[in-house]
């Protein structure tokens, strides 16, 4: 089975009051398979197959993000946090995709959406190749 896998943070600070952006995890500490691209915060499936995601996000206020792939949301979930200081929430997917689907993480409704860089994290790996 082919080694693809990644685990990618914030470095900076998220703040935003648009609808369907893009959270972009600027760093990555693991990328097998070279799917996921810290510039845009896009993975591109390299293979078809089953594939495993994580988002875990410390927040300083309420919000809603979303998994999405191919543009189409999967998974909104929401975070209520900020009332009381930073809070965590995390979330996880499994999905089947074809080679060259991609998916992101995207703020999911337009609120003043702000995540603290340290501790923000989106992970991905291949768990059954087709």
Known sequence: MPKVSFSAYL????????????????ATRTNHGSGYDNRTGIFTAPVSGTYYFSVSLLAKTPGEFKFSVNNKGVQPTYMLSGRKGLEQVSSSVILDLKAGDR???????KNN??????????????????
């Open 11 to 26: 470095t900076t600070d998220f703040t935003t009051s648009t609808r369907n952006k893009i959270i972009p995890f600027q």
């Open 113 to 130: 959406f702000a995540i603290y860089h340290s501790w923000s994290t989106f992970s991905g790996m291949l768990i059954h190749h087709e």
């Open 103 to 109: 998916g992101s993480v995207k703020t999911h409704w």
